[in-house]
């Protein structure tokens, strides 16, 4: 029997201004009739897979997307048909979502939905949504660890949800201290931090996750037993194998040059966007990156940033 190719679909994340996305029910003689799943529908022939979006959405709800970043991209094998499921966030449009085709909508937030069934090759997508869009990247050697805790305490405060701590030339004991003070700042605002490379210190420590460099990531057979795990990567065979372990997202860079890897080329833009095209987990761009960057990196197809300087300074 021939394998029949993946069927594209365009699926959006619709995205309120406060994090809030849109699903939808699917109405009675379809498959999954009942379940939620993200608006959407078939590219069709000789049609781009955004031009299939902004139609879609059109359709199904009434709006007209003015402002849509490509994201992630997940193949699901349904019983009756294989689909390679090509996500964009959709942050601006025209006119109020209703109901044309679904049998109802709701507006919810990750990690707390209030509507079920869901679609089975959502659950993912649903994991990543919960991932915030900055990627903060400790400093602690270069400017201390007192001064680094006290901007780690303020950046908390303001909002900051996901920290690495990448202390590669701290002893061992010290960086177990300084991991589990970070990881009680970070927890009093259940924010989340992860480990670069020392899988026993994050374990010691308490912290909640793993960042694994690309040596490491290569060495390794099974997902370590964290709540969260990150790869660092630089090419897209690297971006596959975080994919096949199981890494809940990737760090991808330099895009620009770097003071922490002076010898390393930057891939800029057009680099980032070959090499995180089609990636099935969410990435981070980093390398030389402010907060000015965020839009060019979503237009790339990032998540968001990763940022040592960008997000202390």
């Keep these: ?12 994340v619709v995205i309120r201004p406060d994090g809030s996305f849109l699903l939808a029910r699917r109405p009675v003689g379809k498959v999954y009739a009942g379940y939620w799943e993200f608006p959407g529908g078939k590219v069709e022939p000789n049609e781009s897979v955004e031009r ?21 991209t997940r193949v699901y094998a349904y019983a009756h048909a294989t689909v390679r499921l090509h996500f964009h966030r959709v942050v ?5 979502p209703h109901c044309r085709e679904h049998e109802d909508m709701a507006w919810q937030r990750a990690g707390s939905l209030t509507v079920a069934p869901m679609l089975p090759a959502n659950a993912p997508v649903l994991q990543a949504l919960g991932l915030p ?7 602690a050697a270069a400017i201390g660890e007192a001064r680094f805790l006290a901007n780690l305490r303020r950046r908390i405060a303001a909002g900051l949800r996901l920290v690495q701590v990448r202390e590669k030339t701290m002893p061992y004991e010290q960086l177990v201290a300084l991991v589990r003070e970070a990881t009680a700042i970070a927890h009093a605002e259940r924010a ?10 994050a374990r010691v420590a308490g912290a909640d996750g793993v960042q694994l460099p690309s040596a490491q990531l290569a060495a390794l057979s099974v997902r370590p037993q964290f709540e969260l795990v990150g790869a660092s990567c630089h090419s897209a065979a690297d971006l596959r194998r975080a994919e096949s372990l199981g890494a809940d997202f990737a760090v991808v860079g330099p895009v620009k040059a770097t003071p922490t890897h002076p010898g390393g080329a930057p891939i800029g833009w057009e680099g980032f966007r ?23 990196a979503w237009e790339s197809g990032a998540h968001g940033l990763a940022m040592i300087r960008g997000s202390w300074e």
């Design 1 to 12: 029997m021939i394998a029949l190719p993946p069927i594209d679909v365009a699926a959006a």
């Design 52 to 72: 299939a979006l902004a139609r879609e959405l059109h359709e199904e709800l009434g709006i007209d997307v003015e402002r849509a970043y490509p994201w992630i």
């Design 92 to 96: 601006a449009w025209r006119g109020e």
């Design 133 to 139: 869009d900055e990627y903060a990247v400790s400093n």
């Design 192 to 201: 989340r931090v992860l480990v670069n490379g020392d899988i026993e210190a």
């Design 274 to 296: 070959a090499i995180v095209a089609g990636s099935a987990i969410p990435v981070y761009a980093i390398g030389g990156l402010t907060r000015a960057d965020f839009a060019p």
